[in-house]
């Protein structure tokens, strides 16, 4: 005579996982850690502008707190052009290289006298 055979938990999974449940799933994974970008008011963004622009003159280094996809991160350097229609800043680092950050990343502005 035949056993009874109990699959446990399996009898009750769906048979397939459709994209709208994988979509569903993946909705209630989310990254508590991530840091969101603080909101900047005008005065504060018009204040970085005239730290960056002040560095620049008198060619003194600055110190950018940048927001990167939840992570902050320091850069240290120079500014040495600011191009106007996509908002970038190029920097030149200590070890004499550059980098191109977006203006829209820049969470903070210290000049180093």
Known sequence: ??????????KWQAAL????????KKMGEVDYFLNKKPILDE??????????????????????RLHNEGNPQELHGYCVYIHPVTRELRI???D????KIKFD???????ED
């Open 1 to 10: 005579m035949g056993t009874i055979r109990d699959r446990g938990l399996v």
């Open 17 to 24: 996982i459709m994209p709208e449940h994988k979509a569903i």
């Open 43 to 64: 005065y504060q963004v018009e204040e970085f502008e005239n730290n960056i622009h002040y560095a620049m003159e008198y060619h003194l280094p600055i110190r950018f």
């Open 92 to 94: 030149q680092k200590k």
């Open 96 to 99: 004499s290289s550059f980098e």
């Open 105 to 111: 990343e820049v969470i903070s502005v210290i000049v």
